[in-house]
């Protein structure tokens, strides 16, 4: 995250401080931060008595956000709420006897759930004068002992037919994915999308996988004979050696080709590997779009041979320096994206005359030949 100095407030005045609070857009409690950036700004203009009758927070209280600020150099995330779980928390303490029942009647009907469990708990305890418990409470019994191992996760139960023995399927945990959500991009490299486009011709299959740079429309593609996470993570691996600026996130959809191999691929590289949601394309409008372009302009020209990568991607590569350094784009002011980017990013006029003619073809051309897999 993109963090803003209080230095600035000490500056220029709080009212210019507020325009950067979007630059907190990655902070997991970015509500909770521009809430009190505005007590504060509050503060400042009306006074102690006037905050405490508007927000029910007294002059300590703000005095104490401003102090974190000041120890942590100014930086945004130091206003962020901390941790409120308590640091020893009740244990629920269930009777021998319940706990006991629960388990022999789920081991002896396996996946039943706290419904069928209950009334039959009810009666059992009954007879042996305990108070029976709700059906709530036996559900979170059973939670209790799936977490300690004693009752299966899964009720998928399945042979192997090599070792003879019947084997628990354990479900797989989901892993949380990061969403772009409200993330804007303001520099080259903040946000890249990437795709695969899938080509079927000659009873043969070939996938393209492509990226662009929303800000800059910079674009780059690369055919391979498969779509796995490892050409995933060799895709990457290009783009990040081609591109003209460091890349800092990466957007895809939830492909198995952006999985494994490519999210380690991210991980080394210290990328920020943002999601789609699942059937919701238009997220990645921008390559959508681009993906239709080079299949229009390009793919169709060369289909004859996309049976081999290495050839295809040769002319590709070709198509590809003319797209970004001539090819004019509506969306930067009809220019190519090259120039756009060393027009409005490179301050030294000089060092951006130089590179223009230089940087792109000289990258690209260094890796036509890869091998394309």
Same mark, same amino acid.
């Given at each position: 995250?993109?963090?803003?100095?209080?230095?600035?407030?000490?500056r220029n005045?709080?009212?210019r401080?507020m325009?950067?609070i979007?630059?907190?857009f990655?902070?997991? !409690?970015?509500? @909770?931060?521009?809430?009190?950036l505005? %007590? #504060?700004?509050?503060?400042? *203009?009306? =006074?102690?008595e006037?905050?405490?009758?508007?927000?029910s927070k007294?002059?300590s209280?703000?005095?104490?956000w401003k102090?974190?600020?000041k120890?942590?150099?100014?930086?945004?995330s130091?206003?962020?709420p901390?941790?409120?779980?308590?640091?020893s928390?009740?244990?629920?303490l269930v009777?021998?006897?319940i706990l006991?029942?629960i388990?022999k009647?789920?081991t002896d009907h396996p996946?039943?759930?706290?419904?069928t469990?209950?009334?039959?708990l009810a009666v059992?305890?009954?007879?042996?004068g305990i !108070?029976p418990v @709700?059906?709530?409470?036996?559900?979170r %019994? #059973?939670h209790?002992?799936? *977490?300690? =191992?004693?009752?299966?996760?899964?009720?998928?139960?399945t042979?192997n037919a090599?070792?003879d023995?019947?084997?628990?399927?354990?479900p797989r945990?989901r892993?949380k994915k990061?969403?772009?959500?409200g993330?804007?991009?303001?520099q080259?490299?903040?946000?890249?999308?990437m795709?695969?486009?899938?080509i079927?011709?000659d009873?043969i299959?070939?996938?393209?996988?492509t990226?662009i740079?929303?800000?800059?429309?910079?674009a780059?593609?690369?055919?391979?004979?498969?779509n796995s996470?490892?050409?995933?993570?060799?895709?990457?691996?290009?783009y990040?050696k081609?591109a003209?600026f460091?890349?800092?996130r990466?957007?895809?959809d939830?492909g198995?080709?952006?999985a494994?191999?490519f999210e380690?691929a991210?991980?080394l590289?210290?990328?920020?590997h943002f999601?789609n949601?699942?059937?919701?394309?238009?997220?990645?409008?921008?390559l959508?779009?681009?993906?239709?372009?080079?299949?229009?302009?390009?793919?169709n020209?060369?289909?004859?041979?996309?049976d081999?990568?290495?050839?295809?991607n040769?002319?590709?590569?070709?198509?590809?320096?003319?797209y970004d350094?001539?090819?004019?784009?509506r969306?930067i002011g009809?220019?190519?994206p090259?120039?756009y980017y060393?027009d409005n990013?490179?301050i030294n006029?000089?060092?951006?005359n130089?590179l223009w003619?230089?940087?792109?073809?000289a990258?690209v051309?260094?890796?036509?030949?890869l091998?394309g897999?």
């Open positions: 995250m993109k963090q803003v100095y209080i230095e600035s407030y000490f005045g709080y009212s401080f325009k950067y979007h630059d907190v990655d902070h997991p !409690k970015r509500v @909770s931060i521009e809430r009190r505005e %007590i #504060i700004q509050f503060f400042e *203009e009306f =006074g102690a006037a905050t405490r009758r508007a927000f007294s002059r209280t703000i005095y104490l102090q974190k600020l120890k942590a150099g100014g930086k945004l130091a206003l962020a901390g941790d409120k779980t308590p640091i928390k009740r244990k629920r009777p021998p006897f006991d029942f388990l009647y789920r996946g039943v759930d706290k419904t469990i209950t009334p039959v059992a305890c009954q007879h042996a !108070k @709700s059906e709530s409470t036996v559900g %019994i #059973i209790d002992l799936k *977490e300690r =191992g004693r009752l299966p996760k899964s009720n998928k139960i042979i090599r070792l023995k019947l084997v628990v399927r354990e945990l892993k990061a969403r772009r959500k993330f804007l991009p303001q080259p490299g903040d946000l890249t999308q795709d695969t486009v899938s079927f011709t009873g299959k070939r996938y393209i996988f990226a740079d929303i800000r800059t429309r910079f780059f593609a690369y055919a391979y004979k498969s996470s490892t050409c995933g993570s060799d895709f990457l691996v290009k990040l081609v003209p460091a890349t800092r990466i957007q895809t939830n198995s080709e952006f494994k191999h380690e991210c991980e590289k210290g990328l920020v999601f949601y699942p059937k919701h394309p238009e997220a990645n409008g921008y959508e779009r681009f993906n239709r372009t080079i299949q229009e302009q390009f793919v020209r060369y289909i004859d041979i996309l081999e990568p290495d050839d295809f040769r002319e590709l590569m070709e198509y590809l320096i003319w350094t001539e090819k004019p784009h969306g009809n220019l190519p090259l120039r060393l990013f490179i006029p000089e060092k951006s130089m003619t230089l940087t792109m073809p990258k051309q260094k890796h036509i030949g091998r897999r």
